[in-house]
């Protein structure tokens, strides 16, 4: 997206609240098919823009290039799934213990 959509995108937004302020004021057809229609327009640009962003932080797009805020987990790696070492609890839902230990494996 350039400039000019996002300027797009300001404009839409301000032509439906400004319509929609007008049909509240004085209840209209005119009014309500304007905000309307200024609604449409900000749903196809957020719709382009939406798009842009996911674009922007796909994987794909970034091999290569250094992280620049990465997830540091509590055993400080960056990246991976959290290694769960400890049981948090020996019960299960209904508050018993289980005949076996509720341990969880390491699996690496």
């Given at each position: ?40 327009n900000i749903r196809k640009v957020a719709l382009a823009l939406g798009l842009e962003l996911l674009s922007l932080y796909a ?50």
């Open positions: 997206m350039n400039q000019q959509d996002t300027n797009n995108s300001k404009n839409y937004v301000l032509e439906y609240f400004s319509n929609q302020e007008k049909l509240i004021a004085n209840p209209s057809m005119r009014f309500a098919t304007r905000a309307r229609k200024a609604l449409i994987p794909s797009m970034n091999e290569g290039k250094k992280i620049v805020n990465p997830f540091i987990y509590k055993d400080n790696r960056m990246n991976g799934k959290y290694n769960y070492n400890e049981v948090k609890s020996d019960l299960n839902k209904k508050g018993e213990r289980d005949d076996d230990s509720r341990s969880i494996i390491d699996r690496h």
